[in-house]
């Protein structure tokens, strides 16, 4: 099988071990830096170019997409998906797990047991966002945050109403 790696570095120890794998299977992998890749959006004729050439098709893809490049690196993805690759992760998949309100919300709407949770756009709700979900102690995340970066532990309401104001603040 001929396959695309999609890594910014080929040198990174996981996507090494992604073409050794690949290789001892007997199969033909590629490493393509997801933002070095270009799309032709043609009707029917989807393409990928890299670096002046037009990419040949793909039998499967392996994306290794990081948080800064989720939306290049999915659209790239979605377009290897268009021209037939079979993705190990799909970017509809990689997509909702980059977000996390809204996995949170399919986690929720198939019943999977999760701490009381609540949204707000709003200053003026946090009062009471802080009631609907039980009130402190609270730990409060930015959406955007990843390895526990924008995660902080509100002991008292006072404080839980101080960081989700500075967190709206953002």
């Known amino acids: 099988m001929k396959i695309a790696i999609l890594s910014r570095n080929k040198k990174l120890y996981s996507t090494r071990r992604l073409i050794e794998a690949c290789e001892q299977r007997g199969h033909e992998p590629m490493v393509l ?11 029917n004729k989807p393409e990928i170019h890299w670096k002046g050439e037009l990419l040949a098709p793909f039998d499967a893809v392996i994306p290794r997409i990081g948080a800064s490049v989720t939306f290049y690196g999915t ?40 701490p009381n949770t609540g949204y707000a756009n709003d200053p003026d709700d946090i009062k009471d966002l ?38 709206m603040g953002l």
């Open 33 to 43: 830096d997801v933002l070095r890749c270009y799309m032709d959006i043609a009707p």
């Open 75 to 114: 659209a790239v993805l979605r377009q290897f998906e268009m021209m037939g690759a079979f993705p190990l992760n799909e970017s509809v998949a990689i997509t909702r797990s980059r977000d996390k309100l809204r996995s949170l919300q399919l986690l929720s709407r198939k019943g999977v047991g999760l």
């Open 130 to 167: 802080i009631k609907m979900v039980g009130g402190a102690p609270l730990v409060i995340k930015l959406l955007e945050g990843t390895q526990g970066i924008g995660v902080v532990l509100a002991e008292t309401a006072k404080a839980a109403e101080s960081v989700i104001e500075a967190f």
